[in-house]
């Protein structure tokens, strides 16, 4: 049997490692860009995080008790398409599950009866409106109660005050879920102007590279994600 060329080998590996990369981009690990501060500030605008695929993916057969499958749980931070357009993702806190009911009274959180305690949301507008608010305003501070439909979770973000969540849009499909956010593993502020226009792709390349120093935060390298 002949050995192959030094190119063929390089071929191989090159294909394998490409094969080895897809599969865990697809079933494993990803790395996902947060562009808006709906999860601030447990995840800010610029960062980078490792979403988890592998959590909540479908689990059948003979290795399943040895794999690290986990059902979604109260507070989990997750990836999943947004249930409005399944082309883009969304990043918020997974708050209830199916089968509870869900209700905000001036601002605070109440799952099936009971208030929660969350350390981890922020209010930036001190305003509080109630019910007969605008329709925008009202579901945000003053929801409910709606139950979570068996096979759903409500998601809301951190942010509470700015985000866009199942307040406005309702609950999301657990079928839905991309994986569970880990940590981050880059954080990039982002620039106070924005590029458009020709050339907007290489002159955002190019002030990426002279501010990279400046503007990664570097505490954040590798925090976890609760």
């Known amino acids: 049997m002949s050995r192959p060329g030094r190119f063929a080998e390089t071929a191989e590996a090159v294909l394998v490692a490409a094969a080895l990369a897809l ?16 999860m601030e500030d447990t995840v800010l605008a ?27 749980r109260r507070n989990d931070v997750v990836v ?15 708050v209830a599950q199916g089968g509870d009911s869900v209700e905000v009274k ?23 409106y109630g019910k007969d608010a605008p329709a925008a305003l009202a579901a945000r501070d003053a929801f409910g109660p709606a139950d979570v439909p068996s096979g759903a979770f409500f998601a809301m973000g951190d942010n509470r005050d700015d985000s866009q969540d199942s307040r ?6 657990v079928s839905s879920l991309e ?21 907007a792709a290489l002159r955002r390349t190019l002030d990426t590279a002279l501010h990279f120093l400046g503007r990664t935060r570097w ?3 590798l925090r976890a994600i609760r």
């Open 168 to 173: 406005f849009w309702g609950a999301a499909p």
């Open 219 to 221: 505490a954040r390298t």
């Open 179 to 199: 994986g569970r956010a880990v940590c981050v593993l880059w954080s990039w502020a982002p620039p106070d102007r924005t590029f458009s226009g020709r050339g």
């Open 23 to 38: 599969f865990v981009k697809a079933f494993v690990f990803q790395i996902f860009h947060v562009p808006t501060s709906s």
């Open 106 to 128: 001036a601002k605070g959180l109440v799952v099936s009866g009971f208030p929660r305690v969350e350390p981890f949301v922020v209010h930036r507008d001190s305003a509080t």
């Open 46 to 72: 610029g960062d980078r995080i490792v979403v988890d695929k592998f959590a909540y993916a479908p689990h059948a057969g003979p290795w399943a008790p040895l794999l690290p499958y986990r059902a979604l």
């Open 80 to 94: 999943f398409r947004d249930p409005r357009d399944a082309d883009r993702d969304l990043l918020k806190r997974a």
